[in-house]
């Protein structure tokens, strides 16, 4: 009797000790070579596919003999002989146990004769493409099969399956037995012709298809990139076949029904499924995926890295988790700088990927790793800014630009993405899946009426924060210390095998070079910041109250700040810790010695400027030095102006003034004696007229 035990990998893998991972790499192996056959122990088992491919199982086989189909073609005779040399492995016995036949080393099974076809039938079946003549003599191999195979039916599935198994999964041959019922049928009336599949072709008409009607098909279907069903390409071809007068009209009203034309149903959905399989259709579907699947990756891109900070590469992705931020849940960016040699990892979490985003992101790998000697990026335009540019430029850095779209340029930046994304991303409390179904996945997993009634339990996100101190930690404890097993080390093991190419500059001077500058002043319990107070616990700003500074507030570490003077020399590192006793008493002890220093000063200028008299002094400077100059009052000597000096002109002016006062000293006099004679005598001086003495009244004035 035949031996229909069937082993899967996890019997295997008990039997033999050793992994299913391995067994399945084997089996693997096995079938991509076509050998079908691992050994395993000095005991060799054919491999076959379960069934839809889900899978290996295996048959232990005692002898060994090749599996060969020869068809041999007589066209003297017009005959097709077809000879099938089965060699059959441990698991397959041809006969019964109760015929009491041993197996042999090679059984040979030879067909009953084909019956002979004529010379047109020959030459269409020449014609045939070799897979269509494979599957039609796989068919006759079943057909004989289970004429002498003594069992039941279920018995017969399971080792033909298993005895044919890749032929039969390659050529798609349906297993049932109406179906084995109906290949005898067909053969028994037509011979090899009744077992061609007819799938494709109108009823009646030729069984082959012509060429220009499968590219037809296949053109329309690539055309609508896959966007078209088959019974509309039926409709399509078919009108244009009756336009083209190729099918009458009668055939063509036929084709409204589903029936009849140059082409079926049946044979479009097969060349559908053919061009679905194809590297063309990928193309079509995913352009990127297609490059990303099928691009050569011969050699090791690491190569070109000779040591730790040789190569960098840096990009930005969206990360796959919600965070939190003033309460509201939102989406968030990652950028990630990875060195080539030893991948170890940089990253960062932002709303957005822009100039100063990257520039803190490299503050921060350059604190970390230190600096590096080339940076390969895209070029979008965040790497492109003259800020980027310019921090690049200053450190010596060379700017290395992939391609437009050419992510495979950068691949193991791209790759760090997916290992985060598929790791820590999925441990966070705001998952939301890898792509748009797994989200649509993850959302129906509370139904609408939950939803909609509020019963449904909200899973709230980290706060952004959070997620970005996680993600540090995940990175510097889990990522970077664990096996990888394409260096053959850790990454930290790497890096620090490159210990001495490592270069480093100054916390201070990074910071300068890469963060936000701010203007503050110094208060009596130090700088307050973004509600926070920083002072320096060594107590540096004790003599420093009322002083204005530049600070920077450091990014990744906002406890921390770094003091300036104004023109950029480094005082020294503030931070918001509680500044203890011994600080507060070492800051007011330095600020009573600075205060010591300033009274003596003062004292001992004070007593040095005492005694002097500065206003005599500077009057006495100012004489000796214009000594030889002209007097002011000499200076000038023609017209009487207001400001003119004229000396000789103010004499004669005063001479007239004398002049003037002696006249109306005269005039007084005779107006003294006219008014007494003008009382000696009112009556007659009230008969004189006034105009009389105009001339006397206005020297009276004139006196006065």
């Known amino acids: ?69 020869v ?3 007589d066209t003297d005779s017009n005959t097709i002989q077809s000879k099938e040399f089965f060699s059959k492995k441990d698991s397959l016995d041809l006969i019964k146990d ?87 049928e067909s053969y028994e ?14 009823k009646g008409s030729s069984w082959k298809i012509d060429e ?60 559908i499924n053919e061009i679905k399989e194809s590297r063309e259709y990928a193309f079509l579907l995913n352009p990127d995926r297609f490059k990303n699947y099928y691009l050569p990756a011969f050699g090791d891109a690491r190569e070109k890295a000779l040591y730790a900070n040789h190569y960098w590469e840096i990009d930005s992705t969206q990360l796959d988790s919600f965070g939190v931020l003033g309460g509201k849940e939102s989406t968030w960016n990652l950028i990630s700088i990875s060195d080539i040699k030893t991948s170890m990892k940089v990253i960062g979490i932002v709303k957005n990927s822009n100039s100063q985003a990257i520039s803190e992101l490299l503050y921060k790998a350059f604190l970390k790793l230190g600096i590096p000697e080339n ?72 139904s609408v009426a939950d939803r909609l ?18 993600l540090d930690e995940w990175i510097d404890n889990v990522y970077c210390r664990e096996y990888n097993s394409s260096l053959g080390a850790s990454p930290y093991e790497m890096y620090l095998q490159d210990e001495d190419y490592i270069k480093r500059a100054n916390i201070q001077n990074l910071a300068y070079m890469f963060c936000k500058k701010e203007l503050v002043k110094v208060g009596k319990k130090g700088i307050r910041k973004n509600k926070k107070l920083y002072n320096s616990q060594s107590g540096l700003l004790g003599n420093r109250v009322g002083d204005e500074l530049k600070i920077i507030i450091d990014p990744y570490e906002n406890k921390r700040c770094f003091m300036f003077e104004m023109d950029g020399t480094f005082i020294g590192i503030a931070t918001d810790e509680k500044i203890s006793y011994e600080t507060a008493k070492e800051a007011k002890t330095i600020y009573k010695e600075e205060l ?64 003037e006062l002696k006249t109306s000293k005269e005039l007084k006099e005779q107006y003294v004696a006219w008014e007494e004679l003008t009382q000696a005598t009112k009556k007659e001086e009230r008969q004189k007229k006034p105009q009389d003495y105009y001339e006397d009244i206005y020297a009276k004035k004139i006196a006065y």
């Open 1 to 69: 009797m035949l031996d229909h035990k069937i082993l899967s990998t996890v019997d295997l893998s008990k039997k033999h000790h050793i992994t299913t991972r391995q067994i399945q790499k084997l089996a693997k192996k096995a079938i991509e070579s076509g050998d079908f056959n691992i050994l395993l122990e000095n005991k060799e088992y054919r491999v076959s596919l379960k069934k839809r491919g889900k899978g290996y199982s295996f048959q232990e086989l005692k002898k060994g003999q090749v599996v060969e189909l």
């Open 71 to 73: 068809n041999v073609v």
């Open 98 to 184: 109760s015929c009491n036949e041993e197996p042999t080393t090679t059984t040979t099974l030879t067909t009953s004769s084909i019956k002979e076809l004529e010379s047109k039938d020959l030459a269409l079946f020449e014609d045939l493409p070799s897979s269509d003549k494979e599957k039609a003599f796989i068919k006759k191999k079943i057909i004989q099969e289970f004429k002498e195979f003594d069992g039941t039916f279920k018995e017969f599935e399971e080792y033909i399956t298993h005895l044919y198994s890749n032929e039969i999964n390659s050529h798609k041959i349906g297993i049932s037995y109406n179906q084995i019922k109906r290949f005898k």
């Open 189 to 202: 009336s037509k011979g090899l012709l009744g077992l061609l599949d007819k799938r494709g072709r109108a």
């Open 212 to 271: 220009s009607i499968i590219d037809e098909v296949k053109s329309i279907f690539l055309a609508h990139k896959g966007n078209i069903r088959a019974k509309n390409i039926y409709r399509i071809v078919n009108a244009n076949a009756y336009k083209k007068g190729t099918i009458p009209k009668n055939e063509y009203l036929k084709t409204t029904r589903g029936k009849g034309g140059v082409i079926s149903y049946t044979r479009i959905n097969e060349i």
């Open 375 to 446: 940076i390969v990026t895209d070029n979008g335009k965040d790497y492109l800014s003259n800020h980027t540019l310019q921090i690049l430029e200053e450190w010596g850095i060379k700017h290395i630009r992939t391609a437009p779209f050419s992510g495979e340029q950068k691949p193991f930046v791209e790759r760090h993405f997916g290992t985060i994304q598929n790791s820590f991303t999925e441990l966070l409390k705001g998952f939301k899946g890898h792509s748009v179904t797994q989200f649509q996945s993850i959302k129906s997993q509370t």
């Open 453 to 470: 009634s509020g019963k449904a339990q909200k899973v709230e996100a980290e706060k952004v924060e959070v997620l970005a101190q996680k």
């Open 596 to 659: 010591k220093q300033i009274v003596g000063k003062n004292r001992k200028l004070v007593s040095q400027y005492k005694d002097r008299d500065f206003t005599q002094e500077i009057i006495e400077a100012n004489k000796e030095a214009f000594k030889d100059s002209k007097a002011i009052e000499l200076i000038g000597g023609s017209g009487l102006t207001q400001n003119s000096g004229n000396v000789e002109s103010l004499s004669q002016v005063a001479k007239n003034i004398e002049q």
